[in-house]
């Protein structure tokens, strides 16, 4: 079947829907891309808090994220996705983003952890929900790392991240940044 522009197009895909191959190229891209940047972030917030109380949670999380970005960054390799052309702006904007919250307090560092963990909660259920019987590998490992940002997230509220003064636009203004950068990640 072709559509009007003399492209084929597998039958029952709706104009404009990604085949299954961009599909899992733009979730292993994006997912590679945000595994990096809470790793930037994490390292961010250990520049400043790597001596203070919280230093052993944030640690924890780090090698959680570290072990999500060494998975990904393996089925980048194997399916022969093409990773962000942004890596270099989420290596800056990942730690500035980790140490300029951490500069304002251990509870902002926690207030940015459950913002950015909350949208990447969301990104990985509606990716998780994409894929088909045919992908059940790499859904089981998104949800596996969903579960393990949900985590995150939980921690950021036990160790007082809601009561961060100006919580509610901080969270806002994170949220809105991580939502931008997928949306990129994703496409460039």
Known sequence: MTDTTGNRRRAGRMPGELSHDALIDRILRVDHAGEFGAQRIYEGQLA?????????????????????????????????????????????????????????????????????????????????????????????????FRAEEAEHAEIGREHGGEDTVGYPVMRAAIRAGSRMAIWLSERF
Request: hydrophobic share 40%; with cysteine.
């Open 48 to 144: 400043v808090l790597g001596k203070h109380p919280s230093a052993k949670t944030i640690r924890h999380m780090k090698e959680q994220e570290d072990r999500h970005l060494a998975a990904f960054e393996r089925l980048i390799r194997e399916r022969r996705a093409r990773p962000t052309v942004l890596h270099p702006l989420w290596h800056v904007a990942g730690f500035a983003l980790g140490a300029g919250t951490a500069l304002m307090g251990e509870k902002a560092a926690m207030a940015c952890t459950i913002a950015v963990e909350e949208v990447i909660d969301d990104h990985y259920r509606r990716q998780a929900e994409s894929l088909g019987p045919d992908e059940a590998e790499l859904k089981a490992t998104i949800e596996e």
